[in-house]
């Protein structure tokens, strides 16, 4: 295996540092911990020196190198779908993602989507949390609910019938509530490539 260089930004100690057991140690545990690997010392050490702010950061290294949060926040909810079928029955869960505990889990209904149940698990998951009086982040892992969540709408494509009355009347509490509701709590994209499956994720892959 190459040797690799890992530049520490943001850790229990900064700097470069030659394997990955010296890094990981400096990184595990610290909340919001920057870091990434490199192929030669002098690349690590160019990065270290010049690439402090994340301005800078952004602008020099592509989308696919930019330096990632080394682990979630484990005070945090995690939400997720299941869909059986494009419309079939659709299930959602939350579930706090330091214990695995399963907080909510609504399903299955019939003829959904999971874009629809993403979207749907993101606002139980805050009206959860307001109910609660928590402001702990909540993770997902669709971009597809996100921009819907930012829109304050359910974009779906799925004709409501007799069969999926119950999902149409889910997605009309959900657009009520982040209409008339205010909240603090982030909502992150979940890193599926460097941290896995979200935790309140079905394993049906």
């Known amino acids: 295996m ?105 399903g299955p209904l019939q003829d959904g989507t999971n874009n629809i149940g993403e979207f749907l698990a993101i606002v139980h998951g805050l009206a959860y949390l307001q109910k609660i009086q928590s402001n702990i982040p909540i993770y997902t892992d669709s971009v597809t609910a996100l921009s819907w969540i930012k829109n304050k709408h359910c974009k779906t494509t799925v004709s409501e019938t007799s069969r999926n009355e119950k999902i149409f009347e889910l997605i009309d509490r959900a657009e009520h509530w982040l209409t008339h509701n205010t909240y603090n709590n982030q909502i992150l994209k979940w890193d599926t490539q460097h941290w896995g499956e979200i935790p309140a994720d079905f394993g049906r892959k």
């Open 2 to 106: 190459a040797k690799k260089y890992y530049v520490v930004w943001k850790g229990h100690q900064t700097g470069i540092f030659t394997s990955w057991n010296m890094c990981k140690p400096l990184i595990e545990g610290y909340k919001g911990a920057v870091y990434k690997s490199f192929d030669t010392y002098e690349e690590a050490k160019e990065a270290f020196e010049n690439q402090q702010s994340q301005t800078i950061r952004n602008q020099h290294l592509s989308k696919k190198q930019r330096i990632i949060t080394a682990y979630p926040i484990q005070d945090s909810l995690a939400v997720d779908a299941a869909c059986s079928g494009n419309p079939g029955p659709m299930e959602y869960r939350g579930v706090y993602v330091k214990t695995g505990q399963e907080l909510f889990k609504i």
